[in-house]
């Protein structure tokens, strides 16, 4: 028998960057669920989800013992006919998070340098240390991603390139020619993401989605999208890329089979199949978007001009005066969220809501504000 030790046994050990990465900051639940709370911090959907998909989840409450399509065919299929793609290029997913993740895990090595514009989303950053790869934030302009800045942050390690077009959080976009120019100037081994989760709301002349510029002849282009935002699905989890074909086979590796369940592949069929609910949730989003923009400058506050499904303005306080800010808001109901994970500590997100929700909080808004410098 083995002499007792006083030291203690070796147990098994996470790689490092696991234990110390950041972790991603969830938009806050509200606690008090008897109470008048108003969740504005996730960027859900305003309106719901289209009624169809609710049918669609009862119509199919009894077939859940089968498994779904291994690649969630059914649901590529109906995105190439509602965007005119190619099927075989689309890559569906449990939520475009999980297709960020699988890009760095299967296109960037460990040290390998993973390129993101400062105030972008934050998965980029925490899931590129958590593949034990490097991130690397690159300063914007005017709270928009400056190309030349990306470009000159690009070095011989960079393997992607991740911009979310529209931002969140500041809600700002990048013409495509600007997107054009740094696809062109970008090195031909580096993977350029054009995280499009917001694209479905936007309606500015200036705004394209690049999908058009996936293909085989520029092999360094991807596009995700995301069910959660204009679809209202974000509890069921489906996202979805589209790739150039040689990507397909990776990725498919990465996610393995079944991994967007039967209900979620049915319900975004059934939503992508509701123009008309669509067409209400575009509206709703701009109406409120702009009203809510209005009242929050008229109390002196500034804000971005965002083209998403939600509006970012400044504390003049700086931290603590956004983090007071917040509390105070959240004490009379209104969750909000501080966009300090994105390099932005004096600014909140708000997400737009009913109307119901938008009096409310400009009422709130109003009575917490402290008087803001003119300027
Ligand atoms: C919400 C969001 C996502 C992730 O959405 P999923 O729910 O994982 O599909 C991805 N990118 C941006 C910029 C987002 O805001």
């Not at 639940?29 to 709370?37: C, I, Y």
């Not at 303005?313 to 603590?320: L, P, R």
């Not at 917040?326 to 994970?341: H, N, P, S, Y």
Request: charged share 20%.
């Amino acid at each position: 028998m083995q002499a007792p030790s006083t030291r203690a046994p070796a147990m098994p050990a996470p790689m490092k960057y696991l234990e110390d990465g950041p972790t991603y900051t969830p938009g806050q639940t509200p606690k008090d669920e008897a109470g008048r709370v108003f969740k504005l911090s996730s960027n859900e959907s305003a309106v719901g989800a289209s009624p169809a998909v609710a049918q669609v989840i009862r119509d199919h409450a009894n077939e859940q013992h089968l498994y779904p399509d291994p690649d969630g065919y059914p649901l590529a299929r109906a995105l190439a006919s509602a965007h005119k793609l190619n099927a075989e290029q689309i890559v569906t997913a449990p939520g475009s998070e999980a297709l960020i993740n699988w890009l760095i895990q299967g296109w960037a090595d460990k040290g390998d340098e993973v390129l993101y514009s400062a105030h972008g989303f934050q998965a980029y950053r925490i899931r590129a240390v958590s593949h034990g790869a490097m991130p690397v934030a690159a300063p914007e302009t005017g709270m928009h991603a400056d190309v030349d800045t990306l470009l000159a942050c690009v070095t011989p390690r960079t393997r992607i390139l991740f911009l979310s077009n529209p931002n969140n959080p500041t809600g700002t976009f990048l013409a495509r020619e600007a997107l054009l120019r740094l696809r062109a100037a970008l090195r031909s081994d580096v993977l350029l993401v054009l995280d499009e989760a917001y694209a479905e709301y936007v309606e500015e002349p200036g705004y394209s989605s690049l999908i058009d510029m996936v293909s085989d002849t520029t092999p360094n282009v991807v596009v995700t999208r995301t069910f959660s935002k204009f679809y209202g699905l974000a509890g069921l989890r489906v996202g979805w890329a589209y790739v150039p074909k040689r990507m397909v086979g990776p990725l498919n590796k990465l996610r393995g089979p079944f991994a967007v369940t039967r209900l979620a592949l049915d319900a975004a069929v059934a939503a992508l199949g509701d123009p008309a609910h669509q067409a209400l949730a575009r509206s709703h989003n701009r109406r409120w978007r702009e009203w809510l923009e209005k009242q929050v400058r008229a109390l002196g506050y500034t804000t971005t001009s965002s083209v998403g499904n939600f509006v970012l303005f400044q504390v003049d306080q700086g931290a603590t005066g956004s983090r007071q800010l917040q509390a105070a808001l959240a004490a009379r109901g209104f969750i909000t969220r501080l966009a300090d994970q994105n390099g932005l500590p004096d600014w909140i997100r708000v997400t737009v809501g009913t109307e119901e929700a938008m009096h409310g909080f400009v009422a709130a808004l109003q009575a917490v504000s402290r008087p803001q410098a003119v300027g």
